[in-house]
Protein backbone atom coordinates (compact mmCIF):
# COMPACT_ATOMS: atom_id res chain seq x y z
CA UNK A 1 0.00 0.00 0.00
CA UNK A 2 1.68 3.32 -1.17
CA UNK A 3 0.09 5.59 1.14
CA UNK A 4 3.08 8.72 1.11
CA UNK A 5 2.13 11.58 -0.85
CA UNK A 6 4.72 11.80 -4.00
CA UNK A 7 7.71 13.25 -3.40
CA UNK A 8 8.47 16.83 -3.28
CA UNK A 9 5.27 17.56 -2.10
CA UNK A 10 4.91 19.27 1.15
CA UNK A 11 1.41 17.66 2.78
CA UNK A 12 -1.07 20.54 3.15
CA UNK A 13 -4.16 18.49 4.53
CA UNK A 14 -3.69 15.57 6.32
CA UNK A 15 -6.22 12.86 8.67
CA UNK A 16 -5.14 10.61 11.75
CA UNK A 17 -7.28 7.69 12.71
CA UNK A 18 -10.19 9.56 11.46
CA UNK A 19 -13.33 7.84 12.99
CA UNK A 20 -16.93 9.28 12.02
CA UNK A 21 -20.24 7.34 13.19
CA UNK A 22 -23.66 8.30 12.87
CA UNK A 23 -25.38 6.81 15.70
CA UNK A 24 -24.55 3.12 16.15
CA UNK A 25 -22.69 3.05 12.63
CA UNK A 26 -19.56 3.53 11.10
CA UNK A 27 -19.38 5.40 8.33
CA UNK A 28 -15.86 6.16 8.32
CA UNK A 29 -12.78 4.55 9.71
CA UNK A 30 -9.21 6.02 7.92
CA UNK A 31 -6.17 5.27 9.40
CA UNK A 32 -4.08 8.02 7.65
CA UNK A 33 -4.74 10.11 4.66
CA UNK A 34 -2.44 13.01 3.57
CA UNK A 35 -3.52 15.72 0.28
CA UNK A 36 0.06 17.05 -0.67
CA UNK A 37 0.62 20.61 -2.15
CA UNK A 38 -0.82 20.96 -5.68
CA UNK A 39 -1.98 17.22 -5.44
CA UNK A 40 -5.55 16.30 -6.76
CA UNK A 41 -6.61 12.70 -5.00
CA UNK A 42 -9.67 11.13 -6.45
CA UNK A 43 -11.71 8.88 -4.08
CA UNK A 44 -12.93 6.41 -5.71
CA UNK A 45 -15.91 4.42 -4.08
CA UNK A 46 -19.67 2.74 -4.68
CA UNK A 47 -22.31 4.61 -3.10
CA UNK A 48 -22.21 4.59 0.73
CA UNK A 49 -18.91 4.00 1.13
CA UNK A 50 -18.57 6.51 2.83
CA UNK A 51 -17.17 9.20 0.35
CA UNK A 52 -19.48 12.79 1.05
CA UNK A 53 -18.61 11.70 4.97
CA UNK A 54 -14.93 11.46 4.38
CA UNK A 55 -14.78 15.29 1.87
CA UNK A 56 -16.97 16.53 4.47
CA UNK A 57 -14.31 15.37 7.58
CA UNK A 58 -11.48 16.47 6.13
CA UNK A 59 -12.90 19.87 4.87
CA UNK A 60 -13.77 20.36 8.54
CA UNK A 61 -17.93 20.64 7.98
CA UNK A 62 -18.35 17.21 10.56
CA UNK A 63 -16.97 17.02 13.62
CA UNK A 64 -15.66 13.19 13.70
CA UNK A 65 -15.60 10.89 16.33
CA UNK A 66 -12.34 10.24 16.62
CA UNK A 67 -9.37 11.34 15.23
CA UNK A 68 -8.22 14.64 13.95
CA UNK A 69 -7.52 16.78 10.53
CA UNK A 70 -4.33 18.77 10.72
CA UNK A 71 -4.63 21.37 8.10
CA UNK A 72 -1.18 23.17 7.55
CA UNK A 73 -0.01 21.64 10.74
CA UNK A 74 -2.60 23.51 12.47
CA UNK A 75 -5.08 21.15 14.41
CA UNK A 76 -8.49 21.98 16.52
CA UNK A 77 -10.31 25.30 16.09
CA UNK A 78 -7.42 27.00 14.82
CA UNK A 79 -7.60 24.42 12.10
CA UNK A 80 -10.80 24.89 11.29
CA UNK A 81 -10.84 28.24 11.24
CA UNK A 82 -8.06 28.83 8.65
CA UNK A 83 -9.24 25.77 6.60
CA UNK A 84 -12.67 27.91 6.00
CA UNK A 85 -11.10 30.32 5.15
CA UNK A 86 -8.46 29.00 2.64
CA UNK A 87 -10.24 26.54 1.23
CA UNK A 88 -13.77 26.02 -0.73
CA UNK A 89 -15.95 23.16 -2.10
CA UNK A 90 -18.95 22.45 -4.09
CA UNK A 91 -21.23 20.02 -3.50
CA UNK A 92 -22.72 17.08 -5.09
CA UNK A 93 -25.95 19.61 -5.44
CA UNK A 94 -24.91 23.08 -5.25
CA UNK A 95 -26.95 25.02 -3.34
CA UNK A 96 -27.36 28.42 -5.35
CA UNK A 97 -28.54 31.44 -2.87
CA UNK A 98 -31.69 32.97 -3.80
CA UNK A 99 -30.29 35.74 -6.13
CA UNK A 100 -28.75 36.32 -8.95
CA UNK A 101 -25.18 34.60 -10.64
CA UNK A 102 -22.65 37.49 -9.73
CA UNK A 103 -24.24 37.15 -6.61
CA UNK A 104 -23.40 34.18 -5.71
CA UNK A 105 -20.06 33.52 -7.71
CA UNK A 106 -18.98 36.81 -5.47
CA UNK A 107 -20.35 35.55 -2.29
CA UNK A 108 -17.27 33.88 -0.69
CA UNK A 109 -15.57 36.45 -1.19
CA UNK A 110 -17.91 39.11 1.09
CA UNK A 111 -18.17 36.88 3.13
CA UNK A 112 -14.37 37.36 3.74
CA UNK A 113 -15.38 41.04 4.16
CA UNK A 114 -13.70 42.31 0.30
CA UNK A 115 -14.34 45.36 -1.14
CA UNK A 116 -17.45 45.84 -3.62
CA UNK A 117 -15.17 46.89 -6.20
CA UNK A 118 -12.79 43.86 -5.82
CA UNK A 119 -15.53 41.55 -5.66
CA UNK A 120 -16.88 42.87 -9.20
CA UNK A 121 -13.51 42.57 -10.60
CA UNK A 122 -13.05 38.74 -9.27
CA UNK A 123 -16.06 37.99 -10.30
CA UNK A 124 -15.97 39.00 -14.21
CA UNK A 125 -12.46 37.44 -14.63
CA UNK A 126 -13.77 34.31 -12.95
CA UNK A 127 -17.47 34.73 -15.29
CA UNK A 128 -15.26 34.49 -18.22
CA UNK A 129 -12.89 32.00 -17.58
CA UNK A 130 -15.78 29.47 -17.01
CA UNK A 131 -18.15 30.77 -19.71
CA UNK A 132 -20.73 32.51 -17.73
CA UNK A 133 -20.07 35.76 -19.38
CA UNK A 134 -23.36 37.59 -19.74
CA UNK A 135 -25.26 35.92 -17.08
CA UNK A 136 -23.70 37.69 -14.29
CA UNK A 137 -27.18 39.58 -14.34
CA UNK A 138 -29.82 36.47 -14.55
CA UNK A 139 -31.49 34.25 -11.47
CA UNK A 140 -30.71 31.35 -10.22
CA UNK A 141 -33.80 30.15 -10.64
CA UNK A 142 -33.44 30.16 -14.86
CA UNK A 143 -30.04 28.35 -14.80
CA UNK A 144 -29.68 24.95 -16.30
CA UNK A 145 -27.70 22.46 -14.48
CA UNK A 146 -24.82 22.57 -16.21
CA UNK A 147 -24.59 26.30 -15.75
CA UNK A 148 -25.46 26.16 -11.77
CA UNK A 149 -22.41 23.36 -11.77
CA UNK A 150 -20.53 26.16 -13.11
CA UNK A 151 -21.54 29.01 -11.25
CA UNK A 152 -21.04 26.37 -8.01
CA UNK A 153 -17.47 25.85 -9.29
CA UNK A 154 -16.98 30.03 -10.29
CA UNK A 155 -17.68 29.98 -6.74
CA UNK A 156 -15.57 27.88 -4.91
CA UNK A 157 -12.14 28.99 -7.44
CA UNK A 158 -13.19 33.01 -7.07
CA UNK A 159 -11.37 31.84 -3.81
CA UNK A 160 -7.80 30.75 -4.81
CA UNK A 161 -8.41 27.93 -2.26
CA UNK A 162 -5.40 26.29 -1.01
CA UNK A 163 -8.03 23.28 -1.11
CA UNK A 164 -10.37 22.45 -3.00
CA UNK A 165 -12.96 19.61 -1.87
CA UNK A 166 -15.27 18.45 -5.10
CA UNK A 167 -17.93 16.16 -4.36
CA UNK A 168 -19.09 14.90 -7.39
CA UNK A 169 -18.85 17.52 -9.33
CA UNK A 170 -20.48 16.25 -12.65
CA UNK A 171 -22.55 13.38 -11.29
CA UNK A 172 -26.09 14.84 -11.38
CA UNK A 173 -25.75 16.52 -15.03
CA UNK A 174 -27.31 15.31 -18.32
CA UNK A 175 -24.36 14.45 -20.64
CA UNK A 176 -23.34 17.50 -22.87
CA UNK A 177 -23.28 19.36 -19.53
CA UNK A 178 -21.13 16.54 -18.31
CA UNK A 179 -18.85 16.52 -21.23
CA UNK A 180 -18.89 20.01 -21.59
CA UNK A 181 -17.90 20.51 -17.87
CA UNK A 182 -15.62 17.86 -17.84
CA UNK A 183 -12.66 19.36 -18.40
CA UNK A 184 -12.57 21.98 -16.15
CA UNK A 185 -12.46 20.27 -12.38
CA UNK A 186 -9.08 19.22 -14.42
CA UNK A 187 -8.12 22.45 -16.32
CA UNK A 188 -9.15 25.18 -14.22
CA UNK A 189 -9.01 24.12 -10.93
CA UNK A 190 -5.48 22.18 -11.26
CA UNK A 191 -4.74 25.76 -12.20
CA UNK A 192 -6.34 27.69 -9.47
CA UNK A 193 -6.30 25.64 -6.23
CA UNK A 194 -3.38 25.14 -4.34
CA UNK A 195 -4.64 21.11 -3.91
CA UNK A 196 -8.01 18.91 -4.71
CA UNK A 197 -9.70 16.54 -3.07
CA UNK A 198 -12.14 14.64 -5.88
CA UNK A 199 -15.30 12.47 -4.85
CA UNK A 200 -16.31 10.16 -7.42
CA UNK A 201 -17.82 6.93 -8.04
CA UNK A 202 -16.97 7.78 -11.88
CA UNK A 203 -13.49 5.39 -12.38
CA UNK A 204 -12.81 6.75 -15.34
CA UNK A 205 -12.68 10.26 -14.16
CA UNK A 206 -10.90 9.55 -11.51
CA UNK A 207 -7.93 7.39 -13.26
CA UNK A 208 -7.86 9.98 -15.86
CA UNK A 209 -7.81 13.15 -13.82
CA UNK A 210 -6.28 12.61 -10.07
CA UNK A 211 -2.42 12.34 -9.40
CA UNK A 212 -3.41 9.26 -6.68
CA UNK A 213 -6.47 7.22 -6.58
CA UNK A 214 -8.06 6.62 -2.94
CA UNK A 215 -10.66 3.29 -2.85
CA UNK A 216 -12.72 3.79 -0.14
CA UNK A 217 -15.23 0.63 0.30
CA UNK A 218 -17.43 0.58 3.66
CA UNK A 219 -16.10 3.42 5.40
CA UNK A 220 -12.33 1.43 4.82
CA UNK A 221 -9.52 2.87 2.79
CA UNK A 222 -8.66 -0.39 0.95
CA UNK A 223 -6.04 1.15 -1.37
CA UNK A 224 -4.12 3.85 -2.50
CA UNK A 225 -1.95 4.91 -4.96
CA UNK A 226 -1.31 6.45 -8.37
CA UNK A 227 -3.72 5.17 -11.39
CA UNK A 228 -0.89 3.04 -12.76
CA UNK A 229 -0.13 1.48 -8.96
CA UNK A 230 -3.94 0.96 -8.56
CA UNK A 231 -3.85 -0.76 -11.97
CA UNK A 232 -0.94 -2.70 -11.66
CA UNK A 233 -1.23 -4.13 -7.90
CA UNK A 234 -4.87 -4.18 -7.34
CA UNK A 235 -5.21 -4.79 -3.39
CA UNK A 236 -8.42 -6.57 -4.07
CA UNK A 237 -10.68 -7.93 -6.91
CA UNK A 238 -12.97 -5.13 -5.92
CA UNK A 239 -9.97 -2.86 -7.32
CA UNK A 240 -8.95 -4.76 -9.64
CA UNK A 241 -12.31 -4.60 -11.44
CA UNK A 242 -12.46 -0.80 -10.34
CA UNK A 243 -9.33 -0.32 -11.97
CA UNK A 244 -10.82 -2.02 -15.31
CA UNK A 245 -11.28 1.76 -15.74
CA UNK A 246 -9.57 4.01 -18.36
CA UNK A 247 -6.02 3.94 -18.50
CA UNK A 248 -4.06 6.98 -20.42
CA UNK A 249 -1.48 6.99 -23.51
CA UNK A 250 0.14 10.10 -24.24
CA UNK A 251 0.49 11.42 -27.53
CA UNK A 252 -0.40 14.19 -30.02
CA UNK A 253 -2.81 15.11 -32.08
CA UNK A 254 -1.65 14.75 -35.65
CA UNK A 255 -4.98 15.92 -37.78
CA UNK A 256 -8.84 15.97 -36.99
CA UNK A 257 -10.92 14.06 -39.40
CA UNK A 258 -14.76 13.70 -39.91
CA UNK A 259 -14.68 14.84 -36.07
CA UNK A 260 -12.52 12.18 -34.89
CA UNK A 261 -8.76 13.01 -34.26
CA UNK A 262 -5.95 10.70 -35.31
CA UNK A 263 -3.14 10.71 -32.47
CA UNK A 264 0.22 9.72 -32.82
CA UNK A 265 1.35 7.82 -30.33
CA UNK A 266 4.78 6.56 -30.24
CA UNK A 267 4.32 5.97 -34.31
CA UNK A 268 1.61 3.88 -34.04
CA UNK A 269 -1.68 6.36 -35.47
CA UNK A 270 -4.76 5.52 -33.52
CA UNK A 271 -8.37 7.00 -34.38
CA UNK A 272 -10.23 8.53 -30.86
CA UNK A 273 -12.78 10.71 -30.41
CA UNK A 274 -12.34 13.86 -28.79
CA UNK A 275 -12.20 17.52 -28.54
CA UNK A 276 -8.08 18.79 -29.13
CA UNK A 277 -6.69 21.43 -31.95
CA UNK A 278 -4.13 19.83 -34.27
CA UNK A 279 -0.66 19.65 -32.51
CA UNK A 280 -1.80 19.55 -29.04
CA UNK A 281 -0.82 16.95 -26.63
CA UNK A 282 -3.23 14.26 -25.54
CA UNK A 283 -4.03 11.84 -22.93
CA UNK A 284 -5.69 9.14 -24.70
CA UNK A 285 -8.32 7.31 -22.47
CA UNK A 286 -8.93 3.30 -23.17
CA UNK A 287 -10.61 0.37 -21.02
CA UNK A 288 -8.29 -2.75 -20.79
CA UNK A 289 -11.41 -4.83 -21.33
CA UNK A 290 -12.17 -2.68 -24.92
CA UNK A 291 -9.38 -3.94 -26.73
CA UNK A 292 -9.71 -6.94 -28.78
CA UNK A 293 -7.14 -9.48 -29.51
CA UNK A 294 -6.52 -11.90 -32.39
CA UNK A 295 -3.65 -14.17 -33.44
CA UNK A 296 -0.93 -12.16 -35.45
CA UNK A 297 -0.85 -14.13 -38.45
CA UNK A 298 -4.95 -14.57 -39.03
CA UNK A 299 -6.03 -11.93 -42.18
CA UNK A 300 -7.64 -8.83 -40.76
CA UNK A 301 -10.09 -8.56 -43.41
CA UNK A 302 -12.84 -6.47 -43.80
CA UNK A 303 -13.83 -5.01 -39.92
CA UNK A 304 -15.93 -2.00 -38.45
CA UNK A 305 -12.91 -1.18 -36.13
CA UNK A 306 -10.67 1.50 -37.45
CA UNK A 307 -7.34 0.94 -35.14
CA UNK A 308 -5.75 -1.96 -35.73
CA UNK A 309 -2.21 -2.99 -35.06
CA UNK A 310 0.36 -5.83 -34.03
CA UNK A 311 1.51 -6.01 -30.29
CA UNK A 312 3.44 -8.73 -28.01
CA UNK A 313 2.26 -9.87 -24.91
CA UNK A 314 5.21 -9.09 -22.46
CA UNK A 315 3.32 -9.85 -19.02
CA UNK A 316 0.73 -11.92 -17.91
CA UNK A 317 -1.77 -11.94 -14.65
CA UNK A 318 -4.59 -13.62 -13.73
CA UNK A 319 -7.13 -11.91 -11.28
CA UNK A 320 -9.98 -14.50 -10.90
CA UNK A 321 -11.47 -15.59 -14.01
CA UNK A 322 -9.79 -12.89 -15.60
CA UNK A 323 -6.25 -12.63 -17.39
CA UNK A 324 -4.54 -8.82 -17.50
CA UNK A 325 -1.75 -8.77 -20.29
CA UNK A 326 0.47 -6.03 -20.60
CA UNK A 327 1.37 -5.86 -24.32
CA UNK A 328 4.27 -3.64 -25.93
CA UNK A 329 3.27 -2.47 -29.08
CA UNK A 330 5.04 -0.12 -31.75
CA UNK A 331 7.46 2.52 -30.62
CA UNK A 332 7.41 0.72 -27.56
CA UNK A 333 3.70 1.69 -26.26
CA UNK A 334 2.39 -0.57 -23.43
CA UNK A 335 -0.85 -1.12 -23.28
CA UNK A 336 -2.94 -3.14 -21.24
CA UNK A 337 -5.46 -5.94 -22.19
CA UNK A 338 -8.09 -7.43 -20.32
CA UNK A 339 -9.36 -11.28 -21.35
CA UNK A 340 -11.23 -13.92 -20.59
CA UNK A 341 -10.09 -17.30 -19.35
CA UNK A 342 -11.46 -19.06 -22.53
CA UNK A 343 -10.50 -16.31 -24.84
CA UNK A 344 -6.91 -16.77 -23.42
CA UNK A 345 -6.81 -20.54 -23.97
CA UNK A 346 -8.66 -20.29 -27.17
CA UNK A 347 -5.60 -17.91 -28.50
CA UNK A 348 -3.32 -19.60 -27.40
CA UNK A 349 -1.65 -16.46 -25.42
CA UNK A 350 0.93 -16.48 -23.26
CA UNK A 351 4.21 -14.43 -22.55
CA UNK A 352 6.09 -12.89 -26.11
CA UNK A 353 3.20 -14.01 -28.29
CA UNK A 354 2.34 -11.71 -31.12
CA UNK A 355 -1.24 -10.11 -31.54
CA UNK A 356 -3.21 -8.00 -33.40
CA UNK A 357 -4.94 -5.75 -31.87
CA UNK A 358 -7.96 -4.06 -32.68
CA UNK A 359 -10.08 -1.18 -30.92
CA UNK A 360 -13.22 1.19 -31.87
CA UNK A 361 -12.44 4.26 -32.59
CA UNK A 362 -15.24 5.51 -30.35
CA UNK A 363 -13.32 3.40 -27.58
CA UNK A 364 -10.54 5.71 -27.70
CA UNK A 365 -11.42 9.02 -25.57
CA UNK A 366 -8.68 11.90 -26.41
CA UNK A 367 -8.63 14.84 -23.72
CA UNK A 368 -6.24 17.73 -23.80
CA UNK A 369 -3.41 16.58 -21.69
CA UNK A 370 -3.04 20.27 -19.95
CA UNK A 371 -0.04 22.51 -18.38
CA UNK A 372 1.34 20.62 -15.89
CA UNK A 373 3.86 18.28 -18.41
CA UNK B 1 -73.94 66.03 4.14
CA UNK B 2 -73.38 62.78 2.71
CA UNK B 3 -70.70 61.24 5.00
CA UNK B 4 -68.20 60.21 2.04
CA UNK B 5 -68.03 64.08 0.77
CA UNK B 6 -67.67 64.59 4.57
CA UNK B 7 -65.10 62.55 4.58
CA UNK B 8 -63.15 63.18 1.67
CA UNK B 9 -62.61 67.04 3.17
CA UNK B 10 -61.81 66.20 6.49
CA UNK B 11 -59.14 64.28 4.71
CA UNK B 12 -58.30 66.82 2.02
CA UNK B 13 -58.68 69.66 4.45
CA UNK B 14 -56.27 68.28 6.91
CA UNK B 15 -58.42 67.83 10.17
CA UNK B 16 -56.61 68.10 13.28
CA UNK B 17 -58.59 65.28 14.80
CA UNK B 18 -58.55 62.66 11.95
CA UNK B 19 -55.04 63.30 11.14
CA UNK B 20 -53.74 63.43 14.75
CA UNK B 21 -55.69 59.91 15.36
CA UNK B 22 -54.22 58.56 12.20
CA UNK B 23 -50.25 59.29 13.10
CA UNK B 24 -51.15 58.09 16.53
CA UNK B 25 -52.23 55.13 15.13
CA UNK B 26 -48.85 54.00 13.06
CA UNK B 27 -47.21 55.47 15.56
CA UNK B 28 -48.49 53.04 18.05
CA UNK B 29 -48.46 49.98 15.56
CA UNK B 30 -44.93 50.72 14.34
CA UNK B 31 -43.43 51.03 17.68
CA UNK B 32 -45.23 47.44 18.68
CA UNK B 33 -44.44 46.29 15.49
CA UNK B 34 -40.83 47.32 16.31
CA UNK B 35 -40.74 45.65 19.53
CA UNK B 36 -42.77 42.45 18.52
CA UNK B 37 -40.05 41.91 14.87
CA UNK B 38 -37.10 42.34 17.66
CA UNK B 39 -38.04 39.49 20.26
CA UNK B 40 -40.41 37.37 17.86
CA UNK B 41 -38.55 37.48 14.56
CA UNK B 42 -35.25 36.08 16.15
CA UNK B 43 -36.90 33.27 18.73
CA UNK B 44 -38.95 31.96 16.00
CA UNK B 45 -35.77 32.03 13.42
CA UNK B 46 -33.70 30.22 16.17
CA UNK B 47 -36.42 27.69 16.79
CA UNK B 48 -36.54 26.88 13.23
CA UNK B 49 -33.01 26.51 12.30
CA UNK B 50 -32.11 24.49 15.01
CA UNK B 51 -32.72 20.38 16.05
CA UNK B 52 -33.24 19.96 19.76
CA UNK B 53 -34.96 17.39 22.32
CA UNK B 54 -39.00 18.11 22.12
CA UNK B 55 -38.75 20.20 19.02
CA UNK B 56 -42.00 19.42 17.96
CA UNK B 57 -43.85 20.19 21.19
CA UNK B 58 -42.09 23.55 21.12
CA UNK B 59 -43.16 24.39 17.58
CA UNK B 60 -47.22 23.23 18.42
CA UNK B 61 -46.78 25.65 21.31
CA UNK B 62 -45.34 28.45 19.14
CA UNK B 63 -48.09 28.05 16.32
CA UNK B 64 -50.69 28.34 18.81
CA UNK B 65 -49.27 32.60 18.21
CA UNK B 66 -50.87 32.17 15.26
CA UNK B 67 -54.85 31.41 16.69
CA UNK B 68 -54.49 33.86 19.69
CA UNK B 69 -57.39 35.88 20.28
CA UNK B 70 -56.24 39.33 20.54
CA UNK B 71 -59.39 40.33 22.87
CA UNK B 72 -57.84 37.64 24.86
CA UNK B 73 -54.61 39.07 25.02
CA UNK B 74 -56.04 41.94 25.37
CA UNK B 75 -57.64 40.95 28.61
CA UNK B 76 -54.59 39.15 30.14
CA UNK B 77 -52.90 42.70 29.22
CA UNK B 78 -55.44 44.42 31.28
CA UNK B 79 -55.39 41.92 34.61
CA UNK B 80 -51.87 42.29 33.78
CA UNK B 81 -51.46 46.42 34.36
CA UNK B 82 -54.38 46.69 36.55
CA UNK B 83 -53.78 47.96 39.76
CA UNK B 84 -54.19 44.71 41.61
CA UNK B 85 -51.90 42.91 38.81
CA UNK B 86 -48.51 42.31 38.99
CA UNK B 87 -47.57 44.97 36.68
CA UNK B 88 -50.24 47.64 38.60
CA UNK B 89 -47.88 49.36 40.26
CA UNK B 90 -46.26 50.66 36.46
CA UNK B 91 -49.10 52.58 36.48
CA UNK B 92 -49.33 51.58 32.39
CA UNK B 93 -53.15 50.86 32.10
CA UNK B 94 -54.62 53.24 29.92
CA UNK B 95 -51.73 54.69 28.27
CA UNK B 96 -50.23 54.84 24.89
CA UNK B 97 -47.72 51.95 26.17
CA UNK B 98 -50.09 49.91 27.36
CA UNK B 99 -51.52 49.68 23.90
CA UNK B 100 -48.30 49.20 22.20
CA UNK B 101 -47.60 46.36 24.74
CA UNK B 102 -50.67 44.36 24.14
CA UNK B 103 -50.09 45.20 20.31
CA UNK B 104 -46.55 43.61 20.61
CA UNK B 105 -47.99 41.02 22.38
CA UNK B 106 -50.75 39.93 19.71
CA UNK B 107 -48.09 40.46 16.87
CA UNK B 108 -45.21 39.22 18.14
CA UNK B 109 -46.80 35.30 18.95
CA UNK B 110 -47.75 35.58 15.28
CA UNK B 111 -44.70 36.71 13.95
CA UNK B 112 -42.87 34.12 15.66
CA UNK B 113 -44.77 31.73 14.36
CA UNK B 114 -44.57 32.25 10.40
CA UNK B 115 -40.85 33.07 11.06
CA UNK B 116 -40.31 29.77 12.77
CA UNK B 117 -42.26 28.24 9.54
CA UNK B 118 -39.84 30.14 6.94
CA UNK B 119 -36.79 29.23 9.02
CA UNK B 120 -37.88 25.74 9.42
CA UNK B 121 -38.26 25.18 5.28
CA UNK B 122 -34.56 26.02 4.93
CA UNK B 123 -32.63 22.47 4.35
CA UNK B 124 -30.43 22.23 7.27
CA UNK B 125 -27.85 21.40 3.98
CA UNK B 126 -27.19 25.30 3.59
CA UNK B 127 -25.64 26.03 6.76
CA UNK B 128 -22.82 23.87 5.69
CA UNK B 129 -22.66 25.00 2.44
CA UNK B 130 -22.59 28.70 3.87
CA UNK B 131 -19.48 27.18 6.20
CA UNK B 132 -18.01 25.76 3.26
CA UNK B 133 -17.67 29.34 1.86
CA UNK B 134 -16.05 30.94 4.63
CA UNK B 135 -18.98 31.59 7.12
CA UNK B 136 -18.75 32.24 10.18
CA UNK B 137 -21.53 30.91 12.26
CA UNK B 138 -23.58 34.26 12.20
CA UNK B 139 -22.73 34.49 8.77
CA UNK B 140 -24.40 31.43 7.91
CA UNK B 141 -27.78 31.89 9.80
CA UNK B 142 -27.92 35.37 8.23
CA UNK B 143 -27.66 33.85 4.54
CA UNK B 144 -29.94 31.18 5.94
CA UNK B 145 -32.49 33.70 6.61
CA UNK B 146 -31.62 35.64 3.62
CA UNK B 147 -33.01 32.58 1.68
CA UNK B 148 -36.71 32.81 3.00
CA UNK B 149 -36.52 36.47 3.46
CA UNK B 150 -39.35 37.49 1.30
CA UNK B 151 -41.46 34.71 3.81
CA UNK B 152 -39.98 36.66 6.71
CA UNK B 153 -41.15 39.94 5.31
CA UNK B 154 -44.44 38.69 4.56
CA UNK B 155 -44.60 38.09 8.49
CA UNK B 156 -43.91 41.35 9.51
CA UNK B 157 -46.28 42.93 7.01
CA UNK B 158 -49.12 40.99 8.24
CA UNK B 159 -47.81 41.19 11.72
CA UNK B 160 -48.37 44.91 11.01
CA UNK B 161 -52.03 44.50 9.45
CA UNK B 162 -53.20 42.80 12.11
CA UNK B 163 -52.48 44.72 14.88
CA UNK B 164 -53.46 48.18 12.69
CA UNK B 165 -56.93 46.99 12.16
CA UNK B 166 -57.37 45.41 16.01
CA UNK B 167 -60.07 46.89 18.35
CA UNK B 168 -60.82 44.57 21.28
CA UNK B 169 -57.52 44.70 23.08
CA UNK B 170 -56.84 48.07 22.08
CA UNK B 171 -60.27 48.90 23.81
CA UNK B 172 -59.55 46.79 26.94
CA UNK B 173 -55.97 48.18 27.85
CA UNK B 174 -56.22 52.68 26.04
CA UNK B 175 -59.67 52.69 26.86
CA UNK B 176 -59.86 55.09 23.67
CA UNK B 177 -58.66 58.39 25.74
CA UNK B 178 -58.82 61.08 23.25
CA UNK B 179 -55.21 62.73 22.50
CA UNK B 180 -53.68 59.45 24.67
CA UNK B 181 -55.32 56.04 23.55
CA UNK B 182 -57.80 56.59 20.86
CA UNK B 183 -56.54 55.54 17.22
CA UNK B 184 -58.13 54.90 14.48
CA UNK B 185 -60.38 51.40 15.01
CA UNK B 186 -61.16 52.40 18.84
CA UNK B 187 -62.42 55.87 17.09
CA UNK B 188 -64.20 54.66 14.47
CA UNK B 189 -66.29 52.65 17.05
CA UNK B 190 -66.66 55.75 18.76
CA UNK B 191 -67.65 58.10 16.25
CA UNK B 192 -69.48 55.58 14.36
CA UNK B 193 -71.70 55.84 18.09
CA UNK B 194 -72.15 59.56 18.19
CA UNK B 195 -73.67 59.98 14.64
CA UNK B 196 -70.37 61.21 13.12
CA UNK B 197 -70.39 59.27 10.23
CA UNK B 198 -67.72 61.28 8.56
CA UNK B 199 -64.94 61.07 10.48
CA UNK B 200 -65.56 57.17 10.89
CA UNK B 201 -65.59 56.82 6.83
CA UNK B 202 -62.75 58.85 6.70
CA UNK B 203 -60.48 56.80 9.33
CA UNK B 204 -62.26 53.71 7.50
CA UNK B 205 -60.52 54.67 4.62
CA UNK B 206 -57.18 55.14 5.78
CA UNK B 207 -57.25 51.84 7.61
CA UNK B 208 -58.43 50.21 4.00
CA UNK B 209 -55.80 52.24 2.78
CA UNK B 210 -52.65 50.77 5.14
CA UNK B 211 -54.25 47.50 4.52
CA UNK B 212 -54.22 47.62 0.66
CA UNK B 213 -50.94 48.75 0.76
CA UNK B 214 -49.26 45.70 3.02
CA UNK B 215 -51.28 43.82 0.86
CA UNK B 216 -49.75 45.28 -2.24
CA UNK B 217 -46.52 45.25 -0.33
CA UNK B 218 -46.70 41.38 -0.17
CA UNK B 219 -47.91 40.79 -3.19
CA UNK B 220 -45.19 42.16 -4.62
CA UNK B 221 -42.77 40.04 -2.42
CA UNK B 222 -44.28 37.14 -3.47
CA UNK B 223 -43.30 38.03 -7.08
CA UNK B 224 -39.71 39.16 -6.21
CA UNK B 225 -40.21 42.60 -7.58
CA UNK B 226 -39.27 43.73 -4.22
CA UNK B 227 -35.75 41.99 -4.34
CA UNK B 228 -34.17 42.94 -1.18
CA UNK B 229 -35.44 43.95 1.62
CA UNK B 230 -32.82 42.37 4.12
CA UNK B 231 -29.39 42.12 2.34
CA UNK B 232 -26.68 43.80 1.72
Known sequence: ??????????????????????????????????????????????????????????????????????FRGLKGKSAEKALRRRSAAVFQNPHMWGDTVAYNVGLGL????????????????????????????????????????????????????????LDEPTANLDLPSRLALREDPERIARQRAGAVLLITHDRNEAFALADRVAVLVDGK?????????????????????????????????????????????????????????????????????????????????????RNVFFATVTEVRQIGGLFRLRLTGP????????????????LNLGEDVRVSVRIKTTALHAFPAGGEE | MNPFSEAFELLTSGDLYV?????????ISGLALFMAVI????????????????RRSVVALMNTGLALPPVVVGLAVFLMLSRSGPLGGL????????????????????????????????????????????????????????EVRTALVAAVAAGFGAIISEVGAVMIVGGNILGETRVMTSAIVLETRRGNFGIAVALGVVLMLVALYVNVLLLLIGRGSVRRPLSS
Not at chain 1, 35 to 50: C, H, K, Q, T
Not at chain 1, 265 to 281: D, M, N, Y
Not at chain 1, 332 to 343: G, K
Open chain 1, 331 to 346: GQVDLAVVVTRSAFEE
Open chain 2, 19 to 27: WEVILRSLR
Open chain 2, 91 to 146: ELLYSPTAVILAQAVIAGPYIAAVSLAAADSVPPHLRMEARALGATPLQATLLQLR
Open chain 1, 1 to 70: MTAAIGAGEREILSAEALRVEYGQQTVLDLKHLSLGEGEMLAVLGPNGAGKTTLLRALAMLVKPTAGQVR
Open chain 1, 110 to 165: RIRGMGAHDVKENVDRMCELLGLRGLEKRTVDTLSGGQAQRVALARALVLKPEVLF
Open chain 2, 39 to 54: IGLPIGAAIGLSRFRY
Open chain 1, 221 to 305: MVQIGTPTELYENPADSYIAQVTGAELTLRGRVERIEDDTLLVDIGGVKLRTVGQAGEGTPVKVAYRPEDLVLAPADEPVGRLST
